[in-house]
């Protein structure tokens, strides 16, 4: 599935499938990825009204097993592995000493000494190096990345669209739970999980099926609307939605608790990786707080413009973009907590020329129930 | 593709010239590249311009794109049309979606532009580097 690191950036086996769509690719962490096939609006809109299908075949898995794991486990993250029950999948984030993130990912739970974690693209090698130097329990670590190919199937379409081609009653599997299930012929875990802030579903398989399953879940979809939807998409509907991506949001210089992620540090489950920094920051505050802002005037905030608030200088854009479906142009940047207050203005520097912006309460988009 | 009237930057910017004022925009291919525009920066009328320099941006969705002005003078016209409507870029780059117009300052600039034969065989290199 991947080419040598000598020849350049790795491809999925839906490379050739990609191309053949009229998808325009692009380099992301170190993998060459279609950033979008018809374009980013027209799929993001598909995403939010009906359905898209991504390949995110490019992140990681490795899996953690053996009677450790679950110890393991606990140490190096901050969320609360012993709530999982067998098919029930948790948003977490690997921990540095600092109270940062090595990475966010998401643990899946097979069984008591059985989980695999889903990982960044960019950082599953580093992911992997880190959880193997903290292994002094011994559990069973292996990268199994280039066993799997994922595709994520969202939308509000997504559930119909699936049902068709799974032998397995979807309707049972609530947000954030998995199954073992057999999809378009195929064998593979499908996991009521997303990036998109829409119903979906990411189904996990071995990579030699790929073009069939891709093209079997399109034909399924072809009634519906699904389209094939891109990295550009992916990273427009995740802003919206309000998600961190590692490297804007996240990076080993901002703690969970900035990152507006003390929702997932279980600070009482016992002793993890940062836990004491994240104890200090929780009674004396955090050094900077994420806040989410749309312009107030023509303009679009871009990743890296400098923010200012009544303070000064405060910092930078994390991310910015125009919203397809909000029809705004939107943004998240760090902000000194005096400073963090939905409906405060703060201003961003677009091209030397300074332009107002207003912080606004996260997410920018929330689902219709 | 490309209207012959009109002549051509590396950059991806046409300009049609009548005596000493110009009309500039953005190519087919410049819009292509760009995807779906969704806003544009442009001057003032009555703004200077100045030939190789840039004068304003057009952005998709993920990207920010310098527009670089192809001959030097003072804005006379801009497109306000765009401010409302950037995705006209897309559907009418080379008519509707004009960007300004300009009062050249040095009409001889545009010699060393391309002319749309050349310009066209300049773009199918460029597709098969």
Not at chain 1, 97 to 126: M, W
């Given at each position: 599935?991947?080419?040598?690191?000598?020849?350049?950036?790795?491809?999925?086996?839906?490379?050739?499938?990609?191309?053949?769509?009229?998808?325009?690719?692009?380099?992301?962490?170190?993998?060459?990825?279609?950033?979008?096939?018809?374009?980013i609006t027209q799929e993001h809109l598909a995403v939010r009204t009906r359905a898209g299908l991504f390949d995110v075949s490019h992140m990681g898995e490795i899996t953690v097993r053996g009677p450790?794991?679950?110890?393991?486990?606990?140490?190096?993250?901050?969320?609360?592995?012993?709530?999982?029950?067998?098919h029930q999948a948790q948003y977490t984030a690997l921990m540095y000493p600092q109270g940062s993130a090595v990475d966010d990912c998401v643990i899946h739970r097979l069984g008591e000494n059985d989980?695999?974690?889903?990982?960044?693209?960019?950082?599953?090698?580093?992911?992997?190096?880190?959880?193997?130097?903290?292994?002094?329990?011994?559990a069973e670590l292996e990268n199994v990345s280039s066993r799997y190919s994922q595709l994520a199937l969202q939308g509000p379409r997504a559930l119909a669209i699936l049902s068709k081609v799974t032998?397995?009653?979807?309707?049972?599997?609530?947000?954030?739970?998995?199954?073992?299930?057999?999809?378009?012929?195929?064998?593979?875990?499908?996991?009521?999980?997303?990036?998109?802030?829409?119903?979906?579903?990411?189904?996990?398989?071995?990579?030699?099926?790929?073009?069939?399953?891709?093209?079997?879940?399109?034909?399924?979809?072809?009634?519906?609307?699904?389209?094939?939807?891109?990295?550009?998409?992916?990273?427009?509907?995740?802003?919206?939605?309000?998600?961190?991506?590692?490297?804007?949001?996240?990076?080993?210089?901002?703690?969970?608790?900035?990152?507006?992620?003390?929702?997932?540090?279980?600070?009482?489950?016992?002793?993890?990786?940062?836990?004491?920094?994240?104890?200090?920051?929780?009674?004396?505050?955090?050094?900077?707080?994420?806040?989410?802002?749309?312009?107030?005037?023509?303009?679009?905030?871009?990743?890296?413009?400098?923010?200012?608030?009544?303070?000064?200088?405060?910092?930078?854009?994390?991310?910015?973009?125009?919203?397809?479906?909000?029809?705004?142009?939107?943004?998240?940047?760090?902000?000194?907590?005096?400073?963090?207050?939905?409906?405060?203005?703060?201003?961003?520097?677009?091209?030397?020329?300074?332009?107002?912006?207003?912080?606004?309460?996260?997410?920018?988009?929330?689902?219709?129930? | 593709?490309?209207?012959?009237?009109?002549?051509?930057?590396?950059?991806?910017?046409?300009?049609?010239?009548?005596?000493?004022?110009?009309?500039?925009?953005?190519?087919?291919?410049?819009?292509?590249?760009?995807?779906?525009?969704?806003?544009?920066?442009?001057?003032?009328?009555?703004?200077?311009?100045?030939?190789?320099?840039?004068?304003?941006?057009?952005?998709?969705?993920?990207?920010?794109?310098?527009?670089?002005?192809?001959?030097?003078?003072?804005?006379?016209?801009?497109?306000?049309?765009?401010?409302?409507?950037?995705?006209?870029?897309?559907?009418?780059?080379?008519?509707?979606?004009?960007?300004?117009?300009?009062?050249?300052?040095?009409?001889?600039?545009?010699?060393?532009?391309?002319?749309?034969?050349?310009?066209?065989?300049?773009?199918?290199?460029?597709?098969?580097?």
């Amino acid at each position: 599935m991947a080419t040598p690191a000598e020849l350049g950036p790795k491809r999925t086996a839906l490379y050739a499938a990609h191309k053949a769509a009229g998808a325009r690719m692009t380099e992301f962490g170190g993998w060459e990825m279609p950033i979008e096939y018809s374009g980013i609006t027209q799929e993001h809109l598909a995403v939010r009204t009906r359905a898209g299908l991504f390949d995110v075949s490019h992140m990681g898995e490795i899996t953690v097993r053996g009677p450790k794991a679950l110890a393991l486990l606990q140490s190096v993250t901050c969320n609360d592995v012993a709530r999982l029950s067998d098919h029930q999948a948790q948003y977490t984030a690997l921990m540095y000493p600092q109270g940062s993130a090595v990475d966010d990912c998401v643990i899946h739970r097979l069984g008591e000494n059985d989980y695999f974690i889903c990982v960044n693209a960019a950082n599953t090698d580093k992911d992997y190096e880190w959880i193997s130097s903290h292994n002094s329990m011994g559990a069973e670590l292996e990268n199994v990345s280039s066993r799997y190919s994922q595709l994520a199937l969202q939308g509000p379409r997504a559930l119909a669209i699936l049902s068709k081609v799974t032998g397995f009653d979807l309707s049972t599997l609530r947000t954030y739970w998995f199954s073992p299930a057999r999809c378009c012929a195929v064998d593979g875990l499908v996991a009521r999980t997303g990036y998109t802030g829409e119903d979906g579903f990411e189904f996990y398989f071995s990579p030699e099926h790929s073009e069939h399953v891709w093209n079997a879940l399109l034909e399924a979809g072809r009634e519906e609307g699904l389209q094939p939807a891109g990295l550009g998409a992916r990273n427009t509907l995740r802003l919206e939605a309000g998600y961190a991506l590692y490297g804007h949001e996240l990076d080993e210089n901002t703690t969970l608790l900035e990152a507006s992620l003390g929702w997932i540090c279980k600070l009482d489950k016992g002793d993890f990786i940062g836990r004491d920094v994240l104890l200090k920051q929780r009674a004396e505050g955090v050094r900077k707080k994420l806040v989410g802002f749309e312009m107030a005037e023509p303009g679009i905030a871009r990743d890296g413009y400098p923010v200012w608030t009544n303070g000064g200088k405060a910092g930078q854009v994390t991310s910015g973009s125009p919203a397809p479906f909000l029809k705004k142009n939107i943004g998240l940047a760090y902000v000194p907590p005096a400073a963090a207050q939905p409906g405060q203005e703060i201003t961003i520097e677009i091209r030397q020329r300074k332009v107002r912006a207003r912080q606004v309460a996260l997410p920018f988009y929330k689902r219709p129930k | 593709m490309y209207p012959e009237e009109f002549q051509y930057t590396k950059d991806h910017e046409w300009i049609q010239v009548d005596e000493d004022a110009a009309t500039i925009g953005i190519t087919d291919h410049a819009q292509k590249e760009l995807g779906d525009i969704v806003y544009v920066e442009l001057p003032k009328a009555g703004d200077s311009v100045t030939a190789a320099e840039t004068f304003g941006t057009v952005e998709s969705v993920k990207a920010v794109s310098e527009i670089y002005s192809p001959v030097s003078g003072k804005v006379t016209a801009v497109n306000n049309k765009l401010q409302e409507h950037p995705e006209l870029l897309n559907s009418d780059p080379h008519a509707a979606a004009w960007l300004i117009r300009v009062q050249m300052s040095d009409p001889d600039e545009v010699d060393k532009l391309m002319s749309s034969e050349e310009y066209e065989a300049y773009v199918r290199e460029a597709g098969a580097l």
